[in-house]
């Protein structure tokens, strides 16, 4: 028992310092415009990515197999 409060202590010990450098230097203040501005750039960047990564738009991709020729008459009709 001695020895795992032993080995306990001293990994506390060893463990303390960089805890405390840890809490010693504060995070910056920064303003609300700042915070706004990171978290509007952050989801930007998110969505921009997202969109280069899909791939281009298939005129009839939201027409199932069984009704394309219903689909190709619908989108016939409306380009004209």
Do not use: G
């Amino acid at each position: 028992m001695r020895v795992i409060i032993r080995m306990f202590a001293v990994a506390l010990l060893l463990y303390t310092p960089s805890v405390i450098a840890q809490v010693a230097t504060p995070a910056e203040a920064r303003t609300v415009s700042q915070v706004v501005d990171f978290w509007v750039t952050n989801i930007e960047r998110l969505i921009v990515s997202a969109a280069d990564a899909m791939p281009e738009r298939n005129t009839r991709s939201h027409c199932p197999m069984v009704s394309l020729r219903v689909c190709e008459l619908l989108q016939s009709k409306s380009n004209t």
